[in-house]
T-cell receptor, first 115, second 113 residues
């Protein structure tokens, strides 16, 4: 079974430029999460989707961040415009509502550097 | 305010001995706890979990203990192996595990030969 796939793995941009990250969750997983991990910290939740509905976006900085999950499968996280402080690793995770609720499976992440 | 705390940034253990990683939490609404292992340039990998209705869960060399009254959990690895060297994150969730995870800052475990 394929895991959570994220692309690109690395992205370097200049400040004020837009950037987008893509995530393909594990097949059949209806819950999808985006996290941001700063250096030396644990991941922090940005947004949670149940199918195509964003059920928790309270931590998403909505002035510059946006996300979508069309058809309840793949998801895209966008930053426009990027700021220096957005440099971090952006992680996508997915989980199912099967017998073992709560285990989230993570992708390898996208490391963003804003110059 | 950090709701999940891992107070040891690093831990060095000799190969074959027991590794004990600790985690404290403050939010009484958390009812599901997980440990993740992370290698450099990879995403976190699920290791073991425990529900708040239990006080112990075991999977091979890994055992997680939960003390709800102290709001404390620990991960025991016995025996420790070189491949266990990684950063370990403690995470907690509410809603029976359906909510997003709140992570600690991680503990870097180093297994020495």
């Amino acid at each position: 079974e394929a895991g959570v796939v994220q692309s690109p793995r690395y992205k370097i941009i200049e400040k004020k430029q837009p950037v987008a990250f893509w995530c393909n969750p594990i097949s059949g997983h209806n819950t999808l999460y985006w996290y941001r991990q700063n250096l030396g910290q644990g991941p922090e939740l940005l947004i949670r989707y149940e199918n195509e509905e964003a059920v928790d976006d309270s931590q998403l900085p909505k002035d510059r961040f946006s996300a979508e999950r069309l058809k309840g499968v793949d998801s895209t996280l966008k930053i426009q415009p990027a700021e220096l402080g957005d440099s971090a690793v952006y992680l996508c995770a997915s989980s199912s509502q099967g017998p073992v609720v709560g285990i989230q499976y993570f992708g390898a992440g996208t490391r963003l550097s804003v110059l | 305010d950090q709701q999940v705390k891992q107070n040891s940034p690093s831990l060095s253990v000799q190969e074959g001995r027991i590794s004990i990683l600790n985690c404290d939490y403050t939010n009484s609404m958390f009812d599901y706890f997980l440990w993740y292992k992370k290698y450099p340039a990879e995403g976190p990998t699920f290791l073991i979990s425990i529900s708040s209705i239990k006080d112990k869960n075991e999977d091979g060399r890994f055992t997680v203990f939960l003390n709800k009254s102290a709001k404390h959990l620990s991960l025991h690895i016995v025996p420790s192996q070189p491949g266990d060297s990684a950063v370990y994150f403690c995470a907690a969730s509410g809603g029976g595990g359906a909510d997003g995870l709140t992570f600690g800052k991680g503990t870097h475990l180093i297994i020495q030969p």
